[in-house]
């Protein structure tokens, strides 16, 4: 073979081991949630499925740069899996049940014939995502496990999210999906009297690593923005899965008006620029379109909740930029809806509060925010330091009001935040001069 | 429990900023300062003088070694350090996020031994 030859060869195999990369990328982005409900819905072993399923994507790496991408790439890693699987049952069982056990393993699906169709995979995400946010998971383990497991993220990425170190965050994963092994966790959709309330943790794991990824106000934390994009696409999933739920529905809009203003929140500088001075023209206005076909179609369900009005908030602050119209009424009727649904919140306290001055004036506006003031979750919470200053700056109170931007300013993770907060601080201080 | 956050950052960094940009970088330690004082975390907290103004120390064979300068030659140092009172790890992180250095530096969270 000359010189010549032997890189063309090279050349080819790394072609095709790129191809090959990138095949399992696309299938593990589409499919890994999938992939790991169908191994893991009867055995309930998570753990086991995920490292069968990482060891089936390791065999498709060396294999399809030399064999070809399969035409049915999901089914073949399907295939490798349950084999490894059941290779690890074997492994470890060696009594009288593990033929049941194995058969049980046959997982329904007829083991293809020798160039026979695999048939079609069923969708068992939901009752996967629906394990994964069990009550008897704990709460604050919920999200990291569905974007772990459902969604295939690693835990690195996901510890980093949420602000915890990547060991502790792997033990945490470790325990929960033991947790749903040994304590029989079932894979299934809850029957139409539970739904309600299990899908209420559901959505409140997805809106928290929603929350986790919209931190990053510049977007320039990949693993952050990811998390929102992941969460967004995995609440579309949850609709389309459940299309006759008002609230999933909900929070979808609620997402997507939030994501729709992403590239509005930094200046060309990187600062930080609020709602009420946005660029509007920056807005993702395809994106806001769809927020309220979806939040339409919600409120037509005639059920209202927490998600769709938190969306019908968006879709009126959005409303009053673009049309330039004063809508606070409305906004705050809004809040007293969402207040009546997630009492005593003191989050949504806050920002009724700050609408109320809107509406009212600055007075009104602290008053209603005192009337929280004691709660103890406040002390640590940026926002309510920072609407407070505003308030109390706006109704004249100036040392106060620097305090407070003393506190808010303290609480900041965002260096641009911080700045913004400190540019309004430091105004106050020149007004008082002047 | 008690852990130490140290702030590492480039050393030079700090002289390229404005005075603007000092003066607004000193006021968001001192309002992180303040948080962490309202929160009654806060056990104790220095600026460290610059590591050109250290000394190294080291016994070896019963013979002191003075050494000028810091123990690691980096372009990093350590510039400061709080010590804070928290439940846990994740709280400590938490606090370690908001911190300014945090931002321009890296902050290391190390908890400490209970005596």
């Known amino acids: ?434 | 429990m008690q852990y130490l956050l140290m702030l590492h950052a480039e050393e030079a960094g700090w002289e390229r900023l404005t005075k603007e940009q000092q003066q607004q970088g000193a006021a968001a330690y001192m309002a992180y300062g303040e948080a962490l004082k309202q929160a009654g975390v806060l056990r104790g907290s220095n600026r460290l003088r610059p590591s050109s103004a250290a000394t190294t120390v080291r016994v070896a064979n019963g013979k002191p070694q003075v050494v000028d300068g810091p123990y690691v030659e980096s372009k990093e140092q350590i510039g400061g350090y709080y010590l804070i009172d928290v439940a846990d790890l994740d709280a400590a992180i938490s606090w370690a996020s908001r911190c300014p250095g945090a931002g321009h530096g890296t902050v290391e969270v190390r908890p400490v031994w209970s005596m």
């Open chain 1, 1 to 434: 073979m000359s010189r010549d030859d032997r890189d063309a060869s090279t050349d080819g195999a790394h072609r095709g081991g790129e191809q090959a990369r990138a095949a399992a990328e696309a299938v593990a982005r589409r499919s890994y949630g999938k992939l790991v409900a169908f191994l893991a819905a009867r055995t309930r072993d998570v753990a086991a499925a995920e490292d069968a399923l990482s060891e089936a994507f390791a065999a498709a790496l060396a294999d399809w740069p030399l064999s070809g991408c399969p035409a049915n790439p999901e089914g073949w890693l399907l295939t490798v899996a349950r084999r490894k699987v059941i290779d690890m049952y074997r492994g470890q069982r060696r009594d009288e049940h593990a033929g049941d056990e194995l058969r049980v393993l046959g997982f329904g699906l007829e083991e293809g014939s020798a160039g026979g169709e695999v048939p079609a995979i069923p969708d068992q995400r939901l009752a996967l995502v629906f394990a994964c946010a069990h009550p008897a998971i704990e709460a604050n383990i919920r999200a990291p496990l569905i974007l772990q497991v459902v969604m295939g993220l690693d835990a690195k990425r996901i510890a980093s999210a949420f602000l915890m170190s990547p060991a502790a965050m792997g033990k945490r994963l470790v325990r929960a999906k033991e947790k749903i092994r040994q304590a029989g966790i079932p894979f299934r959709v809850p029957e139409r009297e539970e739904l309600g309330e299990r899908l209420d943790t559901v959505l409140g794991a997805i809106y928290g690593a929603f929350a986790e990824g919209w931190t990053d106000l510049a977007g320039t934390d990949g693993a952050r923005r990811d998390l929102a994009e992941e969460a967004i696409f995995l609440c579309r999933v949850v609709t389309e899965l459940l299309p006759g739920e008002p609230e999933a529905l909900g929070l979808l809009a609620l997402m997507l008006h939030a994501e729709a203003r992403r590239r509005a929140r930094r200046d060309s500088h990187g600062e930080y620029v609020p709602l009420a001075e946005q660029d509007f023209a920056l807005w993702d206005t395809a994106m806001i379109a769809e927020a309220e076909a979806f939040l339409r179609r919600a409120s037509g369900m005639g059920s209202i909740g927490r998600y769709q009005l938190e969306a019908a908030l968006q879709s009126a602050h959005v409303h009053r930029r673009r049309a330039g119209v004063a809508n606070w009424e409305e906004v705050v009727q809004l809040y007293d809806a969402l207040m009546a649904v997630v009492a005593g919140s003191p989050v949504v306290a806050v920002n009724r509060a700050l609408a109320i001055a809107e509406l009212h004036g600055a007075g009104p506006g602290l008053a209603a925010m005192q009337e929280v003031a004691g709660d103890p979750r406040l002390t640590e919470y940026q926002p309510y330091w920072a609407a407070r200053a505003e308030l109390l700056a706006r109704a004249g109170a100036r040392g106060e009001a620097r305090a407070a931007y003393e506190m808010a300013i303290g609480l900041e993770r965002d260096a641009a935040v911080r700045r913004w907060l400190q540019q309004r601080q430091a105004a106050l201080t020149d007004r008082t001069e002047s």
